[in-house]
C-alpha cells in the first residue's frame, strides 16, 4: 500500500506539473520594461505600481508566454481626474500578424465613470471592439480582471462575472488567436487625443504622477518554452486543467446577459454604420457575445 501510494502521490505531482499556476510574486514573474524608474515592484514583489507624468508613462511584461490560460489580475485604477490616461492590460504575441487580447480602461473626469474597453486581434485584424461601464468604481479597490483563453473561446470576466464571449468562428473564416504564444503586458500611458469623449477632454497634468496598481497575478495556463507547451495531450489531463475545456454555464450566460444589458455601451457587431458592407460574419453567432 505504501508503494502505491507513492506512485499516486508522483502521479499527483506529474499531473499538477502540467500546468504552470503561479500565485506570483512580480519579482518572479514580470520585468519592468519601460518608464525610467516609473513602474515599481514592492512590498517583498506582492504590489506592483506604474506611473506616468508628463514626460513618461510605465509598463512591465510577463517573464513568460503562454498558449492558452486561465489568467486573473487585481488592478486598482488611477483615482480623481484620469481622463486623457489608459491603462491596458492585455495578451500579444508579436509582429504583424500577430494575436491579442485586450483590457483597456479609459480614464475620465473625476465622478464620471470609466470606459472598459475590450478587443481582440487575430492574424494581425482586430476591429472587434466591445465597451462596457463597470457597476463599481474600479479607482477605491482592487477589483478582478480575468481572461479564460481557451481553443474553442475567449471569456472576459470581471470579480468573476463574464462580461464578454469570443468564440472560435474559423469555421466561416474568421481567424481565432491559437497558434501564437502570448506575453502578459500592461501600460500606462497618455492617450488624451483619443481616450476621452474622443479626444475631446485632455490631460491634467496638474494631477500627475498618475498610479495604478497590481497585485493577486494568477496563471493557470499553458507555459511556451524552447518550441513546447507545457501543455500536451500525451500527458494526464489535471484538476487544474479544466479551463482548457470550459464552456460558460447557463449561470454565467445569464450573468454576462445582464452586464450586456445595462453597462455595454458600444458592440461592433451591432454597429453597421461602421461596416455598410455587412457586419463582421461572427456577428451572425447569435451567441457570439
Not at 216 to 233: L, R, Y
Amino acid at each position: 500500500m505504501a508503494s502505491s501510494s507513492v506512485v499516486l502521490l508522483l502521479l499527483s505531482l506529474l499531473a499538477s506539473s502540467i500546468m504552470a499556476a503561479s500565485a506570483a510574486n512580480f519579482y518572479q514573474d514580470f520585468d519592468l520594461t519601460w518608464g525610467d524608474g516609473r513602474s515599481k515592484i514592492l512590498n517583498n514583489g506582492d504590489l506592483l505600481t506604474l506611473s506616468l507624468d508628463k514626460s513618461s508613462g510605465s509598463g512591465f511584461q510577463s517573464k513568460s508566454q503562454y498558449l492558452f490560460g486561465n489568467i486573473d489580475m487585481q488592478l486598482k485604477l488611477v483615482p480623481g481626474n484620469s481622463a486623457g490616461t489608459v491603462t491596458a492590460y492585455y495578451l500579444s504575441s508579436q509582429g504583424p500578424t500577430h494575436d491579442e487580447i485586450d483590457f483597456e480602461f479609459l480614464g475620465n473626469l473625476s465622478g464620471d465613470p470609466y470606459i472598459l474597453h475590450t478587443n481582440v486581434f487575430g492574424q494581425g485584424k482586430g476591429n472587434r471592439e466591445q465597451q462596457f461601464f463597470l457597476w463599481f468604481d474600479p479607482t477605491a479597490d482592487f477589483h478582478t480582471y480575468s481572461l479564460l483563453w481557451n481553443p474553442q473561446r475567449i471569456i472576459f470576466s470581471v470579480d468573476g462575472t463574464p462580461i464578454r464571449e469570443f468564440k472560435n468562428s474559423e469555421s466561416i473564416g474568421v481567424p481565432f488567436p491559437k497558434n501564437q504564444p502570448m506575453r502578459i503586458y500592461s501600460s500606462l500611458w497618455n492617450a488624451d487625443d483619443w481616450a476621452t469623449r474622443g479626444g475631446l477632454v485632455k490631460t491634467d497634468w496638474t494631477h500627475a504622477p498618475f498610479t495604478a496598481s497590481y497585485r493577486n497575478f494568477n496563471a493557470n495556463a499553458c507555459v511556451w518554452s524552447s518550441g513546447a507547451s507545457s501543455c500536451t495531450s500525451s500527458q494526464s489531463p489535471s484538476e487544474n486543467s479544466e479551463w482548457l475545456s470550459q464552456e460558460m454555464d447557463s449561470t454565467s450566460q445569464e450573468r454576462m446577459k445582464w452586464v450586456q444589458k445595462n453597462y455595454m455601451i458600444y458592440n461592433y457587431c451591432t454597429d453597421t454604420k461602421r461596416f455598410p458592407q455587412g457586419l463582421p460574419p461572427e456577428c451572425a453567432n447569435a451567441n457570439q457575445s
